[in-house]
């Protein structure tokens, strides 16, 4: 708005102008037309614009800094990590092994250790299920895909099988600016192995059945030294500060 103010003279003598600027941020007339805010008292107004597009510019600009709801520092933190550590984020520190695959055996079953048991084992995408409680917590379920191969030395017989991982994870904050994701290590009681009876036959059924807790044990020490990895324990820390850093440069 443009106020009038009674005539005056500076310090020096020079007569001030009976009229100031105004912000240039409300630029309507009580008849609610516009005028141009740059021009008052038939002078121009330094750091004001005319530009109608410009108006609206430093009102948007107003209004956004007239409109935020503050947080607490302990109420922005949760809010960071929720963002932050998310499902996606979590089973990306599993992208190295899904896909990868390795054998089991062979382990000698039956009488005399006639049967000798192998298994080819495919590590496939993991699926995460994050849960938000006082504590964010993860459940990572990783498919398996496995080929038994029961060599009887007269007859091989190859089937497939399903198989799952089922994992806990759980995200931490750590000195100086690191969000951290502690996964912890299966346990054989961990690894499952769906073994079908409709699906082989009776003979076979036993001696798979004979070597499956040989083959969980030998699937979870494969996967914990898969998370003791250098390159899985680097995916399950995230440098806040150091990310913050490479965004704002490149801002």
Not at 106 to 118: C, D, F, M
Not at 159 to 187: N, Q, T, W, Y
Request: hydrophobic share 40%.
């Amino acid at each position: 708005m443009v106020v009038d103010e009674p005539d005056r003279k500076s310090k020096l003598g020079a007569e001030v102008p009976s009229r100031r600027c105004d912000t240039g941020i409300f630029s309507q007339s009580r008849a609610g037309s516009q005028r141009r805010p740059d021009v008052v008292g038939g002078r121009k107004c330094p750091g004001i614009s005319g530009s109608t597009t410009d108006i609206a510019d430093d009102m948007r600009r107003y209004e956004f800094m007239q409109t935020h709801n503050y947080v607490t520092y302990e109420e922005f933190g949760r809010r960071f990590f929720e963002v932050a550590v998310t499902e996606a984020r979590v089973a990306a520190a599993f992208s190295q092994i899904a896909g990868e695959e390795f054998q089991t055996g062979p382990i000698r079953q039956g009488p005399g250790g006639l049967a000798r048991v192998s298994a080819n084992v495919k590590i496939q995408q993991p699926q995460v299920t994050r849960n938000l409680g006082q504590m964010i917590t993860f459940d990572i379920r990783i498919p398996l895909a496995i080929e038994m191969i029961v060599d009887l030395r007269l007859d091989k017989q190859r089937f497939m099988v399903d198989g799952e991982i089922a994992l806990r994870a759980s995200a931490h904050a750590a000195e100086p600016l690191l969000l951290v994701i502690d996964v912890g290590k299966p346990r054989p009681s961990d690894i499952m192995v769906h073994v079908a009876a409709t699906s082989i036959r009776g003979e076979l059924l036993r001696i798979v059945a004979g070597v499956d807790g040989e083959i969980r044990r030998y699937i979870a020490q494969h996967v914990a030294n898969e998370i003791d990895s250098p390159q899985s324990q680097a995916a399950q820390v995230i440098d806040v500060a150091k990310e913050l850093a490479a965004a704002w440069d490149s801002a």
